[in-house]
């Protein structure tokens, strides 16, 4: 293990501003990237697409035909009351009723594909019977169930001098919730996935090219070049600032795309809450990244080929993926903890700011936890990243680094 000597020492005034030439450096070069950017165009297609499936999925129509006897007059009707597409809004269910003559007529429809399912009288006049060529759908019973339903009230009371509306007086419901106008809990585990994957992906895509980055120009010994002329610190500046710009970029774009397909999604309600949400993890994120940013590089640095990086940045993946687990699954107490755990935080708390769990005060009190986190992570990554730069021969340990750059 060497650690090898540079010409000079670059000074303050040759120095000043070398975070900002690497920063930009950083910037345009994963601008450039190709698999940077076909990474992040399909990444923003299948965004688009699932959500667009999504909206597909809840306004398209499903259509059903009934075969029903001729002449049955209950039939017929209960067929196009089920069959009621609310107006103005997508989704739901048409109905079509196709007459048959008798009970042959209706199973050839069946066979022929003519009707999806048969309604008729049961043979005992005790109820309806439902008939598929196979087990009939399940949202055309549900329908044709309630269809009958209604039906049969209305002709049991005109038979019994009555109407409708007299018989079911007072039995209506509505439904009501203690914790007002609360995010639906399975929107707000969707919203909670998404953030999540959020993070996962930013995090732990734009952490590996920062580790990537640094072993490849300790490899090459370039560092040992760039080393004369730039304070180490500054490196580490250009490089930390750089990233985060890219990672922070990719995931606005990764929520705006999000944001506006939703806007054609039935959950478009709650848009504004979702909006104020991910402002929230931007904050989180950007200050959180920093630090995570600190410790990919060190991981970089602690490597002197590429092929230790697997190594030496195991265990900021493993938490990553902790993170990313533990935080769109967790709830309750749990979901509480977390969110003023760094670097859960990034995910948990803007979950909690969405289901309107969080107090005014607790964002900002969580935000402050992670960046004191963030500040301790770039003053010992500032350290161990300076120690190890240098170091060539093998794989170096958090230990040795933080002892050579004492």
Excluded: C
């Amino acid at each position: 293990m060497s650690t090898p000597t540079t010409g000079h020492r670059p000074d303050g005034e040759a120095a000043r501003g070398a975070w900002l030439v690497v920063m930009n450096r950083e910037i345009v070069v994963r601008a450039l990237n190709k698999t940077f950017l076909v990474g992040l165009a399909v990444s923003v297609a299948i965004i688009a697409a699932l959500a667009a499936f999504f909206a597909w999925q809840n306004s398209k129509t499903d259509e059903f035909t009934v075969a029903v006897p001729a002449g049955d007059a209950v039939a017929a009707a209960a067929v196009a009351t089920a069959g009621v597409v609310p107006e103005g809004q997508g989704g739901g269910a048409e109905l079509t009723a196709v007459e048959v003559a008798d009970d042959a007529a209706a199973r050839t429809a069946l066979t022929d594909g003519d009707a999806d399912a048969w309604l008729h009288p049961a043979d005992d006049g005790d109820g309806w019977v439902l008939t598929g060529e196979a087990d009939p759908d399940g949202t055309l019973t549900r329908l044709l169930t309630v269809g009958i339903e209604q039906q049969t009230l209305a002709s049991n009371a005109e038979a019994a001098g009555t109407s409708v509306e007299e018989l079911t007086a007072g039995g209506g419901l509505t439904t009501d919730r203690l914790d007002g106008d609360a995010v639906d809990p399975q929107v707000l585990f969707f919203a909670s996935f998404g953030l999540a994957l959020l993070f996962f992906m930013g995090a732990l895509g734009s952490g590996q090219m920062i580790a990537g980055s640094v072993v490849e120009e300790k490899q090459s010994r370039l560092v040992e070049i760039m080393a004369t002329a730039v304070p180490l610190r500054h490196l580490l500046a250009g490089k930390i600032l750089g990233s985060s710009v890219v990672a922070l970029a990719q995931n606005v774009l990764f929520a705006a795309v999000g944001l506006v397909a939703l806007s054609f999604t039935p959950v478009a309600s709650i848009l504004p809450a979702l909006s104020t949400s991910l402002v929230w993890f931007v904050l989180f994120f950007a200050v959180g990244f920093l630090g995570l940013a600190a410790l990919y590089a060190v991981a970089g640095a602690l490597a002197s080929r590429a092929e230790d990086l697997q190594h030496t940045t195991t265990p900021m993946t493993m938490a990553v993926m902790g993170i990313y687990f533990l935080t769109f699954s967790a709830s309750g107490t749990l979901a509480t903890v977390l969110s003023y755990v760094p670097v859960a935080n990034v995910v948990a708390m803007p979950v909690r700011v969405l289901s309107g769990d969080a107090a005014w005060w607790e964002p900002i009190v969580s935000l402050a936890i992670l960046a004191g986190f963030t500040v301790l992570a770039l003053l010992v990554g500032e350290r161990a990243y300076r120690g190890a730069l240098l170091q060539t021969g093998g794989r170096l340990s958090w230990r040795r680094a933080l002892a050579t750059a004492a």
